[in-house]
């Protein structure tokens, strides 16, 4: 008997060794390391946004990578440009950036009741031409709210127009670049005085 209590030992170690491991899902995703793992990886993307069977946006990206999960985005690492378009499909501004991500947030109107909604924030390098190239925006950040197509930013941002230069910290603008203000204007300066 002794000499078989070596192999039993062994067999009862690796028994109990398999019956005490399990892969709970709700363990796994308790840690949320696939939430990091893409669901898709897309490249040379073209997606067009529409509103009443009329496209209003086309975004164009190197690449693609979607995230699914609780922390569901969309990231564009590559760089993307946005062409939001009028009634006749005309560009009527056309918005590019090094990087940005689409998600949901939440935001609160101005009664402080919050609801979701889908944003794009673009990072680095962001510049915002008019359609017709007489006003351009420039900041490092800068936030498009997709189901009230409207753009913000709180970051400095620098607005060139023909005959001036005028910046200063946040900014409010309707998604085709049209109206427009910054929050709080730093300096203006003619266009003759100053060039960016």
Same mark, same amino acid.
């Given at each position: ?68 999960? &609780? ?27 090094? &990087? ?52 913000? &930013? ?43």
């Amino acid at each position: 008997m002794m000499k078989y209590l070596p192999v039993y030992l062994l067999g009862l170690s690796v028994l109990l060794l398999f019956s005490a491991c399990e892969n709970d899902i709700n363990e796994v995703r308790r840690f949320g390391y696939y939430e990091e793992v893409p669901t898709e990886v897309a490249k040379d993307v073209e997606m067009l946004y529409s509103d009443s069977l009329q496209v209003r946006v086309r975004v164009r990206a190197p690449e693609l990578v979607r995230y699914g999960g &609780s922390k569901l985005r969309e990231e564009f690492n590559e760089g993307l440009e946005v062409d939001f378009l009028s009634d006749n499909l005309q560009v009527s501004s056309r918005l590019t950036a090094k &990087s940005a991500v689409k998600k949901t947030i939440t935001v609160r109107d101005e009664k402080g009741r919050a609801s979701r909604e889908p944003v794009v924030i673009v990072r680095d390098s962001v510049v915002l031409v008019s359609g017709n190239g007489k006003d351009i925006l420039k900041t490092d950040e800068l936030i498009w709210y997709e189901n009230s197509d409207k753009l913000a &930013s709180d970051a400095f941002v620098t607005i060139i127009k023909p005959d001036q230069v005028i910046y200063g910290f946040g900014f409010d603008s309707d998604g085709e670049f049209g109206t427009w203000r910054i929050r709080s204007v730093a300096g203006k300066f003619d266009k003759g005085s100053f060039d960016p």
